[in-house]
């Protein structure tokens, strides 16, 4: 039989056009990392008049991941992309076609590996979200499975705990009635056999859509085998925990693969269930790495290093004998007396509270910290200086929040590399009575070993001991 011929066949041939290289080139970056250029043959473009259409075509796109744009002409014209504090990956547009013609990715400074041990440890808190372009060219292969799979678990869950259940007529034969009895059953066939206990009934039961509930079946287990990929990262193992969960709570029975045909799939907690079903069905990305192309997403890493911050925050305070206050927590509003306004609160990410004593957090996710130990102040860039001069002035403001003897107000910055570590900075303010510090502390993105971690809850408490 010719390939392609049935079902399965065609299947299988599909996937292997999919597997075949597209040609269309993934454009790689980092977070806060330097620029990358972009040309014209890139996006499928030629002369010189093709960077305003690709602006216009991708701004969007480019919008989604706050990646910034300038123009040079030095080698030739060009387009350099600069990435900013998201993550993700989103397809490029032919300034002539307006089809897809590359990707670019921006993957986080950290490596996926760190990423991945920090939204373990935080329960991926923060996610990205997925979608709202066509596929991104090449990214299905460098983007881990665990985080797309994250949005799709959350989806899954969401619609167990809030799914409507229909009726069905079971029957059953019972040694008490339920339902409608079929005596006429019972008398013929029953009775002659001496089973007059037995009692045939018929009646309406709560039950969930057997299709619906097959495709959620099959979604599942298709998550666990590429979530088994990564067994050594945490955030798979963690989203694996929750995935067994799911599949104990919606049981045994038949899998079949997700279609969109369900009666009131178009919204809410349906809608979104069979979409990121489809989006495993269609195995964009979330299926193993079946295929280049991957979704679209974007993950902002400075909410990321918020949340893990916070954790950590949580984590240290009772080994510091302090009370940890948490994100949602520490907001301060600002009561304006007069008509014209500004700034409504003050926001503290978390916090640290003992007897006389307190500690604002703030985490940022820059490198102010290392630039200010390899260059000093006079070494900073005017704008790097003006960036951090803020963020100074808001630790400070946290500082007035309270009437406590002692107030230590903390920046947090991530620590670039093992080697790279920046050593503590710490300032006294004159504030009366009141001891007031200003902190700025490196914490690693993510622990890499059980030694790291307690080491780094060492230094902290070393810190706030003094």
């Not at 010719?2 to 454009?27: C, Y």
């Not at 799911?246 to 069979?274: C, I, N, Y």
Request: charged share 25%; glycine share 10%; proline share 6%.
């Amino acid at each position: 039989m010719t390939r392609g011929r049935t079902q399965r066949g065609r299947e299988r041939a599909s996937r292997g056009l999919l597997e075949l290289p597209s040609g269309r080139p993934l454009i790689q970056a980092v977070d806060h990392g330097p620029g990358v250029r972009l040309d014209a043959a890139a996006v499928g473009a030629a002369g010189d008049r093709w960077v305003e259409p690709f602006l216009e075509a991708n701004g969007a796109h480019l919008k989604r991941l706050g990646v910034s744009t300038s123009v040079e002409t030095r080698g030739g014209l060009s387009v350099r992309l600069t990435p900013s504090s998201r993550i993700g990956a989103v397809p490029l547009l032919s300034p002539s076609t307006r089809r897809v013609a590359a990707g670019l990715l921006v993957a986080p400074r950290f490596r996926w590996s760190a990423l991945g041990a920090v939204l373990g440890d935080i329960g991926f808190a923060t996610e990205p979200s997925l979608g709202g372009t066509p596929l991104v060219p090449g990214s299905a292969r460098d983007v881990p499975t665990w985080l797309l799979a994250a949005p799709v678990v959350r989806r899954l869950e969401a619609f167990m705990r809030h799914r409507k259940r229909g009726f069905t007529e079971r029957e059953e034969v019972r040694q008490s009635p339920r339902g409608r009895v079929d005596w006429m059953r019972w008398a013929t066939r029953h009775v002659p056999s001496g089973r007059w206990t037995s009692l045939p009934c018929r009646y309406p039961d709560p039950a969930d859509d057997p299709e619906l509930m097959a495709a959620v079946r099959w979604t599942l287990a298709r998550l666990d085998d590429g979530l088994a990929l990564f067994h050594e990262a945490s955030a798979a193992r963690l989203l694996r925990a929750r995935v067994a969960d799911l599949r104990v709570e919606v049981g045994a029975g038949q899998l079949r693969r997700p279609t969109t045909d369900f009666g009131d799939a178009d919204g809410g907690w349906v809608g979104e269930a069979v979409q990121a079903m489809g989006w495993v069905a269609e195995e964009r990305g979330l299926g193993g790495s079946r295929v280049l192309d991957g979704m679209s997403w974007d993950l902002r890493i400075d909410e990321v290093w918020e949340a893990w911050v916070d954790a950590f925050v949580a984590d240290l305070a009772p080994r510091c004998g302090f009370t940890a206050l948490r994100r949602g927590t520490t907001t301060r509003r600002l009561n304006w007396a007069t008509p014209t306004s500004s700034m409504r609160m003050l926001i503290p990410d978390s916090g640290l509270r003992g007897a006389g004593r307190l500690v604002w957090v703030d985490a940022k996710y820059k490198a102010h910290l290392q630039l200010l130990a390899h260059r000093g102040w006079s070494g900073l860039e005017e704008s790097t200086r003006d960036a951090h001069r803020a963020d100074l002035h808001q630790a400070l403001a946290y500082a007035a929040l309270d009437e406590v003897e002692r107030v230590d107000s903390v920046l947090v910055y991530p620590d670039l590399s093992a080697k790279d570590r920046g050593r503590p900075a710490i300032a006294t303010v004159a504030s009366g009575r009141r001891r007031v510090r200003l902190l700025l502390l490196g914490l690693p993105f993510g622990f890499h070993s059980p030694e790291q971690r307690e080491s780094t809850f060492a230094e902290w408490r070393e810190v706030l001991a003094a």
